[in-house]
């Protein structure tokens, strides 16, 4: 994480937690809007660890539980990225818009 935060970094999207939380923007191990956004990404296949994933006191938003399904997209606009995070539904359960500094 340090590395990320020197780097100016401004998302980081890591896998393999079998579940979507969005950690908000962190520096230091805390919430900070200085530092990177954390959006842990997951659930690919058929694949369930029910009960095994808690809530964590960085999580600002997090999947239904238990585990389900979910997919991201990715826009690209100028200097704004915008990810969102679905439901096979459709339903939309996390947005996050980051607009890079001039």
Partial sequence: MPVFEEFGV????????HTYRDRGHLKGGRHDDKGPRYILTG????????????D???????APQPETDNYLTLKIEGDTL?????????????RVV???AK
Avoid at 43 to 54: D, K, M, Q, T
Avoid at 56 to 61: G, K
Wanted: proline share 5%; with cysteine; hydrophobic share 35%.
């Fill in 56 to 62: 964590h006191a960085l999580d600002q938003v997090i």
């Fill in 82 to 94: 915008t990810t969102c995070c679905y439901l096979p539904d459709g339903t939309e359960i996390d």
């Fill in 10 to 17: 401004d998302v980081v999207y890591t896998a393999h937690l």
């Fill in 43 to 54: 659930v690919a296949g058929n694949i369930r660890y029910p009960g095994l994933w808690e």
């Fill in 98 to 100: 980051i607009q890079k």
